[in-house]
């Protein structure tokens, strides 16, 4: 089975300057996705960015860019130029498949603050 | 189409008590989920719907928990003779088969068990 592991609990950057939330995973399958989504408060979950095991360039959405080290085993997100609304909780995530359905396992999340 | 919708926003119930969650999906998506999230964890994966059927479910889904998709469009989750441990916010999500991401969440139902 796969596995997320993400090892901040709790981030906290300055208004403005770029943070790196980082994610590895644990996979045997040659064919994967990972996926970062954002949680305010109010506990929907937001999709930011997916990187497919086959994309051969980080994916990037705007602020958010994903840094894919395949032979690490690594997806950290990197949020460029902070902004206050940007605290909330970021997990990591991948896909997987079992008994034929594609469902999404989790990381156990970073909570980002952000400082103004 | 706004999104995916759950209903309702917060529950408190007195253990033993039945409850009963919705969740509609967005509606061109056949694909829909639920998770259960506690506090200071990622969500976890308890069931999936494909159209109406039930196609897999996690050990998490003990015989209190049942989940129904009639007719491939919302979809209720309910828990019988709740505990103290079903306490967590419960997610919905729903997503289409075309492609590989693409998942679109609820604002989840937070449930509070006293």
């Known amino acids: 089975a796969q596995k997320i592991t993400q090892t901040q609990p709790g981030m906290f950057v300055q208004e403005k300057e770029a943070v790196t939330l980082d994610c590895t995973y644990d996979?045997?399958?040659?064919?994967?996705?990972l996926f970062w989504y954002k949680q305010p408060s109010s506990g929907e979950m937001i999709f930011l960015i997916y990187q497919g095991s086959y994309d051969e360039q980080n994916a990037t959405e705007g602020r958010y860019s994903l840094n894919f080290q395949k032979a690490r085993k690594s997806a950290n997100l990197v949020i460029s130029a902070s902004q206050l609304g940007d605290s909330a909780m970021y997990f990591c995530a991948m896909r997987e498949i079992s008994q034929g359905a594609q469902k999404l396992v989790f990381g156990q999340g970073t909570r980002l603050t952000i400082n103004p | 189409d706004t999104g995916v919708s759950q209903d309702p926003r917060h529950k408190i119930t007195k253990r033993g008590q039945n409850v009963t969650f919705r969740c509609d999906p967005i509606?061109?998506?056949?694909?829909l989920y639920w998770y259960r999230q506690t506090l200071g964890q990622g969500p976890e994966f308890l069931t999936y719907f494909q159209n109406e059927a039930q196609l897999e479910k996690s050990r998490l889904l003990s015989d209190r928990f049942s989940a129904e998709r009639p007719k491939g469009s919302f979809s209720t989750l309910e828990i019988q003779r709740t505990e103290q441990g079903d306490s967590a916010m419960y997610l919905c999500a729903s997503r289409t088969g075309t492609y590989d991401y693409g998942y679109t969440f609820g604002s989840g139902t937070r449930l509070t068990v006293v």
């Open positions: 996979t045997s399958d040659q064919s994967y996705g």
């Open positions: 509606s061109e998506h056949n694909r």
